[in-house]
């Protein structure tokens, strides 16, 4: 095996690695339940407050914003490294 393609093999690897730490890190990110639906109970509890519900809520967003932002940048990774293979490393390693 040339220096070249073990590289190949190499870039294919981390590209597979990258995009499943996407996939399992958007899947974190769907996952994260928002606060459950607002009794007239809890309005009641919390004298018309809304505050603390919103300050819940927006827990969970920025949660899932942080996760879904690293998300794309693994997958922004994976896709510039089969770019890479694909483009710049020529093909000769998978001949017959």
Do not use: H
Not at 32 to 40: F, V
Not at 49 to 64: E, F, H, S, T, W
């Amino acid at each position: 095996m040339t220096v070249v393609c073990i590289a190949a093999s190499v870039v294919q690897l981390c590209s597979i690695v990258s995009g499943a730490i996407a996939a399992s890190v958007w899947l974190k990110a769907s996952l994260i339940e928002t606060p459950p639906e607002i009794s007239q109970r809890d309005m009641e509890a919390l004298d018309g407050d809304i505050i603390p519900i919103l300050a819940r809520l927006m827990k969970g967003v920025r949660l899932q914003s942080r996760l879904n932002k690293f998300a794309a940048a693994f997958t922004a990774i994976a896709v510039g490294l089969q770019a890479i293979g694909y483009l710049f490393l020529p093909q000769v390693c998978w001949g017959p």
